[in-house]
Structure formats: structure tokens, C-alpha cells
């Protein structure tokens, strides 16, 4: 299974909701990372966690939070959000964390804010 | 920090030709090279890598040059196919020491006419 899932597919909240993003891959990968791509845009990497560790944060705000309950599973916990964060959220992993490796990519969670 | 410079941002090829898409890197530390080929509403799949302990890499239509000197990598199609309409992006990893990490380029969107 080389297969990284995400759920849901479409999300629409409003800027006082807290909803939570869910990424999830059983292929052994020991690195797994939370992208966000506004439109016509590259993936613009937001945090790497490492065997089940945050190891880097890109200075993303606190209304963004992840969280790695096991090797397998990837959250991104959202809060008080803003129409600017509205955009497609990529969750990717790889073998390790270094990045000889290819990194997987699950099909995304477009996230709309009103 | 990475920066990635990509050009060019859109691409016309006639079904057929080859298509070029050429990208820079800030870090000379940078080591691995990934193309990234995301199609309408995808997610973003890798088509071919390169490491820097390699100067060229081919795939069947697909190749890849890596000049570090001039820290230089290019994406090279031939024969193009309609199928091969997307958007292109090339990336470069960094090393922050517990992990590593991705920037991308802009993107090429590749538009292969009949």
C-alpha cells in the first residue's frame, strides 16, 4: 500500500469553528509532513514531524496545530481561522527524515473559511 | 533560507517536440532534486529525482541534468504527449539536521497541443 489518505475531501468552516484535519499512511514512514497550496501556487511546507516528533515548524501561526498520535496518523487541529487560510492542505511522508527519499503525497483537504 | 527559482511559468509545445523547464538553488548544500508533476485538482506525484552525486538521469521520456557548479537542474520531455499537460515543479532539499525539507519552485504549467 503505497497510499497516503486524508479526510475529509472539502471542508468549510467558519473563522470561530475548531475543526481538525486528519492524514493517515501504513507504509512504515517515519517522516510526515503538513503542506498548504493556495491556488497557482508551489506546496509550502508548514511542519515536519520525525519518528512521531515535531522536528520543524516554518513559524506557521498557533490557530494551526498538529499532532502525531502514532507512527501511522497525522492531525492538523484548526481554530480560529482566517479567510486567508483558505486553500488545498496537502499531508505527505516518507521513508525517513531525511530526504533521500520520495515523499508521498495524500490528495489534500480544501479547506474553505467564511 | 532555500530559495528556488523556476522558469519558465507556463510552457506551449505542439504534441511531439520537447518541452525544457529550468530551475535554480540558493544552497550548496542542497542533495536531492525531485520533479513533481501535479495535474488539475491532484495531488502533486514525483516523475524523477536526482541526487547531487549524479550529473544526468533518464526515464524514459523523461530526463534530468544536475549542474552543481552552476547549481543548476533542468526537466527534459521529449516526445510529448496531451497527457503530459500539468503543472511542473522542480524542488531542492535542505538540511536542518533533525530533518530535512523541500522548496519548491513556482511551477511550469505545460500545456501540450494537438
Known amino acids: 500500500d503505497t497510499e497516503v489518505t486524508q479526510t475529509p475531501k472539502h471542508l468549510v468552516m467558519g473563522m470561530t469553528n475548531k475543526k481538525s484535519l486528519k492524514c493517515e499512511q501504513h507504509m512504515g514512514h517515519r517522516a510526515m509532513y503538513w503542506y498548504k497550496q493556495k491556488a497557482k501556487k508551489p506546496p509550502e511546507l508548514m511542519f515536519v514531524y520525525s519518528y512521531e516528533k515535531l522536528s520543524i515548524n516554518e513559524s506557521v501561526p498557533s490557530r494551526f496545530s498538529p499532532e502525531c498520535p502514532n507512527s501511522s496518523l497525522l492531525n492538523l487541529h484548526l481554530h480560529a481561522l482566517q479567510p486567508e487560510d483558505s486553500a488545498l492542505y496537502l499531508c505527505a511522508s516518507s521513508q525517513e527524515p531525511r530526504i533521500y527519499y520520495e515523499q508521498y503525497f495524500g490528495p489534500g483537504t480544501r479547506l474553505t473559511v467564511t | ?114
Do not use: M
Open chain 2, 1 to 114: 533560507g532555500e530559495n528556488v527559482e523556476q522558469h519558465p511559468s507556463t510552457l506551449s509545445v505542439q504534441e511531439g517536440d520537447s518541452a525544457v523547464i529550468k530551475c535554480t538553488y540558493s544552497d550548496s548544500a542542497s542533495n536531492y532534486f525531485p520533479w513533481y508533476k501535479q495535474e488539475l485538482g491532484k495531488r502533486p506525484q514525483l516523475i524523477i529525482d536526482i541526487r547531487s552525486n549524479v550529473g544526468e538521469k533518464k526515464d524514459q521520456r523523461i530526463a534530468v541534468t544536475l549542474n552543481k557548479t552552476a547549481k543548476h537542474f533542468s526537466l527534459h520531455i521529449t516526445e510529448t504527449q496531451p497527457e503530459d499537460s500539468a503543472v511542473y515543479f522542480c524542488a531542492a532539499s535542505f538540511n536542518t539536521g533533525t530533518a530535512s525539507k523541500l522548496t519548491f519552485g513556482t511551477g511550469t504549467r505545460l500545456q501540450v497541443t494537438l
